[in-house]
């Protein structure tokens, strides 16, 4: 887990200093997040879940997405480049599912992790629900309510990523030092 949260602040930093050093904008660099995000924490759930049946899951889940994306860059290399939604949605959705199967199979057993996939299920979904009304608040319609109705969403998501972000960092560094300490 501090390996993840190594690797999750060395991106983020890279990707916020990407246009200052090369003047370039990281929206090709948000594939690389969400891909290492994705291969982390797949590892992650196969390792927590004591179902064989589900560690096979999660692993075939990350092999089929991974490949799919690797093979989608390789044969089309401009696409890398580009901001796509849907390769955002693949790799957030399958760690919203890998969340709440964890929560519903651990539920009778102790469960050392459950603050972690607690932090890690609030934030993937809310980033899951920032992602969907992104694409809405590019949508030009000549009615002035549709106009403040996107723009309120949009701001809304995002003040509530920002917050949950937060939080989800001051929950995993609370169990990591809870894992620490036992």
């Given at each position: ?176 030092k809870k894992l620490k300490f036992?």
């Amino acid at each position: 887990m501090s390996l993840f949260l190594l690797i999750e602040v060395f991106l983020n930093f890279i990707s916020d200093k990407l246009y200052p050093w090369f003047r370039i904008y990281n929206h090709f660099f948000i594939n690389i997040i969400f891909l290492v995000q994705f291969g982390f924490l797949s590892l992650f759930y196969s390792y927590s879940f004591e179902s064989k049946k589900w560690r096979n899951v999660v692993e075939s889940i990350l092999i089929i997405v991974v490949s799919y994306l690797l093979i989608k860059y390789l044969l089309f290399p401009d696409s890398f480049f580009v901001f796509h939604y849907q390769d955002i949605y693949i790799t957030i959705f399958p760690i919203i599912v890998y969340s709440v199967m964890y929560l519903y199979n651990e539920y009778n057993s102790q469960q050392e992790l459950y603050w972690a996939n607690f932090a890690i299920l609030t934030l993937k979904t809310i980033l899951f629900f920032c992602y969907l009304t992104w694409p809405l608040s590019s949508i030009q319609i000549d009615y002035d309510y549709m106009n403040e109705f996107n723009d309120v969403v949009s701001d809304l998501a995002g003040h509530s990523y920002d917050v949950v972000y937060i939080v989800y960092s001051v929950i995993l560094l609370y169990q990591l030092k809870k894992l620490k300490f036992q």
